[in-house]
């Protein structure tokens, strides 16, 4: 026996070594990724992106990082609003298929694909920041979140600790959200991982959601500047834009659809929101009667966008704070570093507030990725991405084929080459659920391909009920980028609109939103599909009734409007 121990044993420890060299040296091979998604951050408000607000300067730090990599120009999500948003990134599935539909929506332990792809690639894996997907981040081998939408100043995360999801808490007193989910992130990529494995970090700050409550430290910032509006800001100099859904008939319901930057919506505007809230933004001696309402919109728009971009600045010094560390540490360019939102958001564009809608600014996401080993600086792309491709692009950076059960695709190729494959999707789809919630945006369903957006008002809630008047609307994304023209009757768009109709419903077959789930909505979604004469005459009907219904509920101050009961959630692998 111990001659053979003699003989086995060394040969048994050289293939031990062989086997842990190779080992160590695949996982030291893989890139770290550094995912930083902020909330409500729009593509409009990043300098790299160009527009009226880049004049700011308001994200030195983005607009380097994309000069160092490569900038999406058609990024977009499949549901503009946060918790569906984020549960299509960690899943990579449509918002139908992993069951987050709304603000309602939740993902569990075995639905969290993203991070358990990446921990069999031999990653090490956390998240730090917002959440908001409800059940504990378990697929993670380390968390410290917000809960639920969480807290600007003074916030409190979960972590994991011996009480169990969700009591351990940890609090940090005197600091602003941005600050702390930074200083989370630093201690753990300083002091608590694994040095020799290689990371997966979600970073996901808070701001700049609405209220917008920034640090101290950016009062004064941008005070005394006027901020330049959007053209497309004053819904009178629009009179093609938007459809009998978003305006009513005979414009009856301009002031009953989409939350307000001026006083046009009584229920909710930020002219009635934001001087309560920073008075500093506004006129010693304001006073809303004695201004007319021209001025009374300049003057909230002013604050919105200010305190916006407060928060906006936030991140970007705080970004330079994690950039840094990679620096020092040598890890910056082993590093895929990606940057973008969980949606866009409306900046006062139609004077519309919040995100939901399928117009530009808010189904639109910022999305820029550094890695200077494989992916070329100063590059730009007009592909079309999705918010479900990006875990299969995650993962294929990883090393891993895209699981089949992801909806995704990886775009990884095109980051490396510039080029679009062959066989490259063409067109991104949208459905926003929430019919009528919080912001007063109609139920609607719509596909964006690189020249046109059709946008489909089907206008209930997942039982068909609480109706607002149904119609179509195409924008000419090429010649019309900040649609204000729908061209859904125009003679010149008659072989469009019929083309973009096939394909609509041919994505929706091939994604699987079918309307199993939800048939009484499907049911109003099939009746007004070829909005014919009838169809033209009954949403004029449902148009009046619902300027009625709706200002009986202003009337008896109605604050939630019930978007109806959601489908079970369909759990699939
Ligand atoms: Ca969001």
Known sequence: MGSLEMKTGPIFSLVLAALMAAGSSVAADK????????????????????????????????????????????????????????????????????????????IGKDQQFLPMEMKKAGYQTAMIGKWHLKKEPAGFDFYSVLPGQGKYHN?????????????????????????AITEIALKWLEEDRKKDQPFFLMHHYKAPHDYFEHAKRYDDYLADVDIPEPENMWLENQPKFGSIATRGYDDEL?????????????????????????????PKDYDPEKLTDEEVKRISYNAYLKNYLRCVKGIDDNLAKLFAYLEESGEMDNTIIIYTGDQGFMLGEHDYQDKRWMYEESMRMPFIVR?????????????????????????AFAGIETPDYMQGKSFKTICETGEEPAAWKKEAYYRYWMHMAHHDNPGHVGIRTKEHKLIYYYGCNYEGGYRTPPAWELYDMKNDPTEINNVYDDPAYADVVPELKQRLADLRTRIGDTGEDYPKAEEVIQ???????????????????????????????????????????????
């Not at 995360?157 to 941005?178: A, C, M, N, T």
């Not at 046009?264 to 506004?282: E, I, M, T, V």
């Not at 070829?530 to 101050?557: H, M």
Request: aromatic letters at 10%; charged letters at 30%.
């Open 31 to 106: 890139p770290n990724i550094l995912y930083i998604m902020s909330d409500d951050h729009t593509a409009h408000a990043i300098g790299a992106y160009g527009g009226r607000l880049a004049a700011l300067n308001p994200t030195p730090m983005l607009d380097k990082l994309a000069k160092e990599g490569m900038l999406f120009e058609n990024a977009f999500c499949t549901n503009s609003i946060c918790s569906p948003s984020r549960a299509c990134v960690i899943t990579g599935q449509y918002a139908h298929t992993n069951g987050s539909y709304d603000l309602g929506g939740e």
């Open 155 to 179: 916030p409190e995360f979960r972590v994991q600790g011996e009480k169990g999801w969700p009591k351990d808490l940890i609090k940090f007193d005197g600091y602003h959200s941005s600050d």
């Open 254 to 282: 301009v002031p009953h659809v989409g939350t307000s930057i001026g006083e046009r919506n009584p229920r909710r505007s930020y002219a009635g929101d934001l001087p309560s809230r920073f008075p500093k933004d506004f």
């Open 371 to 395: 890695y200077p080993k494989s992916i070329k600086a100063g590059t730009r792309t007009d592909a079309i991405i999705e918010n479900v491709d990006y875990a299969p692009t995650m993962l």
């Open 527 to 573: 009746e007004f599909w070829d909005y014919d004469g009838a169809d033209k005459a009954k949403a004029i009907e449902i148009s009046t009734d619902y300027k009625t219904r709706r200002e009986k509920e202003l009337r008896d101050k109605v604050k939630w409007i019930p978007y109806g009961k959601r489908p079970e959630p369909m759990p699939k692998k």
